[in-house]
């Protein structure tokens, strides 16, 4: 045998023993990961898909729950979710896809692209943009939002929503997600490129990619395997609220499944797409851990690179852990429950790699007295700019943080009330008179707060 033969046996039987290696990692892991995730769907805390794979080999990909429960259809593998924030990673690569081919620098003003530039746009550059320290307020935060979520915007009024208002600080100082930069980044993309969005996404990712079902959403599309998303309306599943796709366009207005967001994350990860050097200025952290349209952070003692997203009726979670080479990618046709696709995706890597991980427990409701509820009635202080509201409206106790909306409390026991919209839990506690003196939020740890009224 000479030399060169030797050496090719050699690697031919390392690519064999590595084959078996995957094999034998999927056989021992898919049962637990199956285990954690049908579980959760029994709860009726999970409904959507998850994908987990490794060396560039996936390893579990399945879906539950129901793709539309209107018509009992199941979620598979290839079930299509709305990405919601997701979209940034697209979005973030299309720009510099464009500044590698020359036609556009993200140290650009953003100015150069825009006709009537405000004063105030002026020390913005692309930059600032793709790392949210640009200071564009997030319009998805304006008072009227809701009320205009559903009606279409052709991309200059879109940005008129925002285009006029003050920044929230001054460029490159700070960090605030702002799904506004991402929108007028969408705008950049078209108006360099010279075609839609859509299109440049689609011809210059997707396709090389063989992304075949991934895409702009447009609500008016015919789409085979697409999902029906859910929320959750005075504590009962319902159909989340529209929203016109030209919304959220470049922040967040794509859908996919979970393995054409594997395809996705190998390319990322890889020569495939950008140059090691735009790679590297993706996953530099600027602020607040984030790069562009992606956050650098460390889960289980390991690096990960991850970002999810969160749109009427879908939340989702994409994660890589480069250095072990593991992608794990959640997708859920609900907007509302606990865990969320994060911790649904912290867990499943959890199990892969051997650390310790728990199945959420099932949360029983009780019936507690009106008297009870009624004692809990107030607001309750944790600092003086956050306070918890709780009323109670028919019988249902109710807690708004200063804010934010409105969510069911669902009693655990006559003191202890559960959230099903997050991963949290309020226990009341009372005196030795039978006075409710403040109560406990359990998220994350604990924190007190004072009954002022």
Not at 118 to 128: F, G, N
Not at 214 to 238: C, F, M, S, V
Not at 423 to 451: C, M, N, P, S, Y
């Amino acid at each position: 045998m000479t030399y060169k033969n030797a050496l090719f046996r050699i690697a031919s039987l390392l690519v064999l023993a590595l084959a078996f290696s995957l094999q034998g990692l999927a056989q021992d892991i898919a049962p637990k990961l199956d285990e954690y995730l049908s579980e959760i769907t029994k709860q009726g805390r999970f409904t959507g898909s998850a994908l987990v794979a490794r060396d560039g080999k996936v390893i579990f990909s399945k879906g539950y729950g129901l793709a539309n429960a209107e018509f009992d259809v199941p979620n598979t593998a290839q079930t299509k979710f709305r990405l919601g924030s997701i979209t940034k990673q697209f979005t973030a690569v299309s720009i510099l896809l464009l500044q590698e081919r020359g036609k556009l620098s993200v140290q650009d003003p953003i100015c150069k692209y825009f006709d009537s530039c405000p004063e105030t746009w002026k020390e913005i550059t692309v930059h600032h943009l793709l790392t949210h320290t640009g200071g564009l307020p997030n319009f998805t935060n304006f008072p009227d939002y809701a009320k205009t979520m559903m009606i279409p915007a052709p991309m200059e009024s879109l940005i008129a929503r925002f285009k006029d208002k003050p920044l929230d600080f001054k460029p490159g100082e700070k960090w605030n997600y702002s799904n506004s930069g991402y929108v007028a980044l969408g705008y950049i993309v078209e108006k360099v490129a010279g075609e839609s969005y859509e299109s440049f996404v689609r011809k210059n990712i997707f396709e090389p990619l063989k992304m075949a079902n991934t895409g702009y959403d447009h609500h008016e599309t015919i789409l085979k395997n697409r999902a029906t998303g859910y929320a959750l309306i005075k504590g009962k599943k319902a159909n989340s609220l529209p929203i016109d796709m030209s919304i959220p366009h470049g922040a967040g207005a794509l859908y996919s499944t979970v393995e054409d967001l594997f395809l996705w994350n190998e390319a990322l990860f890889s020569d495939k797409l950008l140059s090691a050097k735009s790679r590297e200025a993706m996953m530099t952290p600027v602020k607040n851990n984030y790069g562009y349209g992606i956050g650098m952070n460390e889960q289980l003692n390991r690096k990960v690179v991850s970002h999810g997203g969160g749109i009427n009726g879908f939340s989702t979670m994409l994660s890589r852990f480069p250095e072990e080479k593991l992608t794990v990618v959640v997708l859920r046709n609900a907007d509302y429950g606990s865990p969320n696709p994060g911790k649904i995706a912290s867990d499943l890597a959890a199990i892969v790699f051997g650390e310790k991980y728990e199945i959420p427990r099932a949360q029983t409701e009780i019936k507690v007295e009106p008297k009870i509820l009624d004692a809990y009635v107030g607001r309750y202080e944790f600092t003086p700019a956050m306070v918890l509201t709780i009323t109670n409206e028919g019988g249902q106790l109710m807690a708004q943080l200063t804010g934010q909306p409105k969510f069911e409390l669902f009693a655990e026991s006559e003191s202890k009330f559960f959230l099903k919209v997050v991963e949290a839990a309020v226990t009341f506690v009372k005196d030795d008179k039978g006075e409710v003196t403040h109560l406990i939020l359990h998220q994350g740890g604990d924190r007190q707060a004072k009954k002022v009224k």
